[in-house]
């Protein structure tokens, strides 16, 4: 069984910056496709970003394109989310997510979900 631990949210103002990240355990890190999702208050759980294993090719959503960067360490198990010109519209619950079967799955269905990390962008 895999384990997703988020850490790295908290309080930021419009146009900051944050960095989450993400600690895996319980499978080879090198085994893991890698992605975020975010919730927002009253919305679904949106898909935001992927990395491939080898950390070589990645994926996002438009809106967050040229803002955000998802990596990988490999030798540390983690995946981090490095967040800039932060918006109000950026503001949730954001999860780390994982599976073994590729990045198509893991845009819908994750076999992994951390718990989950708040995020909240002021204007």
């Known amino acids: 069984q895999v384990q997703l631990v988020e850490s790295g949210g908290g309080l930021v103002q419009a146009g900051g910056s944050l960095r989450l990240s993400c600690a895996a355990s319980?499978?080879?890190?090198?085994?893991?496709?890698m992605a975020w999702f975010r919730q927002a208050p009253g919305k679904e759980r949106e898909y935001i970003a992927a990395i491939y294993r080898l950390g070589t090719v990645t994926d996002y959503i438009d809106s967050v394109k040229g803002r955000f960067t998802i990596s990988r360490d490999n030798a540390k198990s983690t995946v981090y989310l490095q967040m800039s010109d932060l918006k109000p519209e950026d503001t949730a619950v954001y999860y780390c997510?994982?599976?073994?079967?590729?990045?198509?799955?893991?845009?819908?269905?994750?076999?992994?979900w951390g718990q989950g990390t708040q995020v909240t962008v002021s204007s």
């Open positions: 319980g499978r080879p890190f090198i085994d893991l496709f």
């Open positions: 997510a994982a599976n073994t079967g590729g990045i198509r799955e893991l845009r819908t269905t994750p076999d992994y």
